[in-house]
């Protein structure tokens, strides 16, 4: 039987205000579903799920996601559990043992968003004074609670200046995590900002012959720039093959 990987948006909601989103047009005005609709969801479809991972809003944020990923890992073990999170998991856990308690049974995997090693751009860059301290807090309890962990980076001509990508890898060996890549792809470039944060080409290729040197690339989704740049990468790219989105209206 064909498995699938889910990429699941729980809400519509999210604590940053960060001039380049690429889903805030795509949330607007989106209503939630409830726990009711999306257990229902897994009730049905089980079976046909390999995994979850948990983004598009920040899902802490939504007071019944936790209960919902418990009654996944208690009634449908064999699903695996990631989470995309800025960093406000971590608050959310300082402040109650019983979200402490359900990260450490029911999510095998985290991205924790940082996209500059330096915390004043970092803050800058998601519109919330927060971000860098609530990303390096969820990395020091992935790594504590010996949680698989990944970096996840937007790719733009500013983030992709190599002195940011050394910081971003040194914080990953500190942190025992891999550093993801997704190249900056604006839903709409109707206007100057989202056009700012596209990334040259010449410095996509730059940068990646720079990781591909000096650290060592694992995969690229893209069988271009795979074929020309890394020897021995793996090429993944299952979308619509065997993974799908969902939004939180369902």
């Avoid at 409830?34 to 089980?46: Q, T």
């Avoid at 979850?52 to 449908?76: A, K, P, Q």
């Avoid at 694992?218 to 890394?230: A, G, M």
Wanted: a neutral charge.
């Amino acid at each position: 039987m064909k498995k699938w990987s889910i990429g699941w948006g729980m809400t519509q909601e999210c604590n940053m205000n960060c001039e380049f989103c690429y889903s805030k047009d795509v949330r607007k005005n989106l209503k939630s579903l409830g726990i009711d609709d999306c257990k229902e969801f897994i009730e049905k479809n089980a079976s046909y799920i390999d995994n979850i991972n948990y983004g598009t809003g920040e899902s802490s944020l939504c007071d019944w996601w936790y209960n919902l990923i418990d009654f996944i890992r208690t009634n449908y073990p064999q699903i695996g559990q990631a989470v995309t999170t800025n960093g406000y998991l971590a608050e959310k856990m300082d402040k109650s043992d019983y979200i402490k308690q359900i990260f450490i049974r029911c999510i095998d995997e985290i991205d924790v968003s940082l996209d500059f090693y330096e915390e004043e751009k970092h803050c800058n860059f998601r519109g919330n004074k927060k971000a860098y301290k609530w990303a390096i807090s969820m990395l020091e309890k992935c790594h504590e609670n010996n949680k698989k962990t990944t970096i996840v980076f937007i790719g733009t001509n500013e983030t992709l200046s190599k002195d940011n990508i050394d910081g971003l890898f040194y914080l990953a060996r500190k942190y025992n995590t891999k550093v993801r890549m997704n190249i900056y792809r604006p839903t709409s470039i109707s206007s100057d900002t989202n056009k700012r944060f596209i990334a040259d080409y010449e410095k996509i290729i730059d940068i990646i012959y720079y990781i591909n040197k000096k650290y060592k690339v694992l995969s690229l989704s893209d069988p271009l720039f795979n074929s020309i740049l890394c020897e021995g990468s793996k090429i993944v790219d299952p979308s619509g093959a065997s993974s799908l989105r969902v939004l939180p209206d369902g």
